[in-house]
């Protein structure tokens, strides 16, 4: 039963986000148009990219896997977003297979994927938007703790496999994002713990090897071009001045794992939508607790199951604790907490570590219920034919047959209680973004309509601003080729300096701005009847001037 409605649960997430895709939910933008760029690049045969287009790290995976739909079906974001959602797909699949081999009975890997199927705003952005080093990090971090579980449990002459796709995975993420790096290293601990000998023979050879080749495009290009990626990573970390260390805190303790996980409305976290900001530290320290606990008490050799799990949920939540530390002490969390709660996406490859002390304490206090109740009818049994009890028997009749302590008790409703808060807020926070979806499939019509106008007037080039071009660009397969220009007309950041070097050769070059933005308001100034002025065409939100000749 509970391996079937998992099943169903899985199929309705998934279908979720097909129908969100279907719908432009969750709204593009021009940082995933840019990846799409690469992709149409890629299926032409015209360039190769190893990096996001304009800077020196976070790998185009998403690029190659999306370039064959890109080349049968053109440009569009819904082929763009295809293969995350297949990625989406297998990390449900893979957190499935996760929770049951790390212990976890059928109905709580049930709740895990019920957790993870619903969709709030942030994490279907995390998990579908094609924008680079998100919807890749999390079935690789499950997929990472899953062959670390078979690593630890296996035969040597099963392992060298293993060893392989671990070190190809972990080199495919080095490229791509540094963000799952805590996971790799708190489970790379563990094998070494585990396996220290044999990584001293070909085990390690083997693990070296895949690794090199997973990370061979920012080797290479990192060779070739004398350039560091860990430099680059560090730089985005936030701009400008260092943000206060209260606001970081803010943004990575209170907002950050209620955004991450699920639990906030689109673009802003209602004070009610907090509460796990104070349940996920706790759950986090009492995983760890009874993980650690495990490992001391339980006997046998290192290899047994019951010690492999505890490892593994120990090196879990280790994972989850330096993402949230690494998210703490960058500037991002405190300069934008709202946006750069992206960074925190991987947390929910730690799930079924971290929910581990509610299923503890539910399966206690079932455990107890059910004692109970036997030991309530052994007792009731036995006072047929005028029996006369002892006083410890007459006590449990008194008390219903309810022997379970009181601790035992206020755990498993406190854990069901918290089971009942997590699936109300993700429901609450999916509903909110059902809610939003006509507005943003509405703005998506109103940016095909600008397509279409620029195709209708013959307009090749324009300027416009940072959001607008390369989601122009891409949208149009290079048809229409946008030159970026900041609020005061001024060049802006190209991520593909050729497109400024077409559009400034173009006399005839227009521009586009969303009606009632700065860069607007300052291209109306221009707009007249003398010579040399601009006129305007407006389209569904849009301001098209064109160059008067």
């Known amino acids: 039963m509970p391996t079937l ?12 986000r097909l129908a969100l895709l279907f719908a432009d939910v969750p709204p593009t933008n021009s940082d995933e148009a840019t990846m799409g760029l690469a992709a149409l690049h890629i299926a032409r045969g015209d360039d190769f990219p190893i990096w996001f287009y304009g800077q020196a790290y976070m790998g185009t995976l998403e690029a190659y896997l999306a370039a064959p739909l890109v080349a049968l079906a053109g440009p569009s974001v819904l082929v763009l977003r295809l293969p995350t959602l297949a990625l989406y797909a297998s990390f449900l699949l893979l957190s499935w297979r996760l929770t049951r081999r790390l212990g ?20 279907v952005k995390n998990q ?49 994002d540094p963000l799952i790096l805590p996971y790799v290293l708190t489970l790379g601990a563990l094998l070494v713990a ?36 860990a430099t680059a990573v560090l730089a985005a970390g936030g701009t400008g001045a260092p943000s206060d260390w209260a606001d970081r805190l803010h ?43 495990t490992l001391r008490r339980v006997g046998g050799g290192p290899g047994s199951a019951e010690r492999v799990s505890a490892g593994v949920r120990l090196a879990l939540l280790g994972g989850a604790a330096g993402v949230i530390a690494a998210y703490a002490v960058s500037n991002a969390a405190g300069q934008t907490p709202i946006e750069s709660s992206r960074y925190l996406s991987c947390l929910a490859v730690a799930l079924p570590a971290l929910f581990w002390p509610l299923r503890q304490a539910a399966r206690t206090l ?59 807020t993700g429901v609450a926070a999916t509903v909110d973004v059902v809610r ?50 900041d609020d005061d007309l001024s060049p802006g950041f190209d991520r593909l300096p050729a497109y400024r070097r077409e559009v400034a050769a173009d ?22 009847a003398e010579s040399g002025a601009l006129d305007v065409v407006t389209v569904a939100g849009w301001r098209i001037y064109l160059p008067r000749r």
């Not at 099943?7 to 997430?13: C, E, K, N, P, R």
């Not at 005839?508 to 607007?520: E, H, K, N, Q």
């Open 104 to 123: 976890g009975d059928r109905w709580y890997a049930l709740l895990v994927v019920a957790v993870l199927a619903l969709g709030s705003d942030r994490v």
């Open 251 to 293: 943004g990575a303790l209170v907002l950050g794992p209620s955004l991450a996980t699920g639990f906030c409305s689109p673009g802003r976290c209602a004070t009610w939508q907090l509460w796990w900001a104070v349940a996920f530290p706790v759950l986090l320290v009492l995983a760890a607790l009874t993980a650690w606990h």
């Open 366 to 424: 079932a455990a107890h219920r059910l004692t109970a109740q036997r030991q309530f009818a052994e007792v009731a049994a036995s006072g047929e034919g005028g029996y006369r009890h002892p006083p410890e028997v007459e006590s449990i009749k008194a008390t219903g047959g309810r022997p379970a302590g009181r601790m035992a008790r206020m755990a498993g409703i406190g854990a069901l209680t918290v089971v009942a808060g997590v699936l109300g």
């Open 194 to 229: 585990r396996r220290w000998r044999e990584l001293a023979g070909r085990a390690g050879v083997v693990l070296t090897g895949a690794l090199l080749l997973g990370a061979a495009p920012m080797l290479v290009d990192s060779i070739g071009h004398g350039r560091n990626p």
């Open 5 to 16: 409605l998992a099943l169903l649960v899985g199929f309705a997430g998934v279908g979720y």
């Open 128 to 176: 579908l938007i094609a924008g680079g080093g998100y919807p890749e990090l999390n079935p690789a971090g499950a997929a990472l703790a899953l062959l670390t579980v078979g690593l630890c449990l296996t035969g040597a002459g099963a392992r060298l496999p293993r060893w392989a796709a671990w070190g190809l995975i972990c080199g495919v993420l080095l490229w791509v």
């Open 507 to 528: 006399p005839d070059a227009a521009w586009v701005a969303p009606v009632g933005s700065p860069l607007a308001a300052r291209l109306d100034e221009r707009v007249g």
């Open 436 to 485: 939003t979806a006509p507005d943003v499939h509405a703005e998506a019509d109103r940016h095909r309509s600008l397509v279409d106008t620029l195709g209708a007037l013959g307009v090749r080039n324009v300027r416009g601003g940072y959001w607008t071009c390369n989601r122009l660009t891409y949208a149009t397969g290079e048809n229409v080729v946008c030159a970026v220009v």
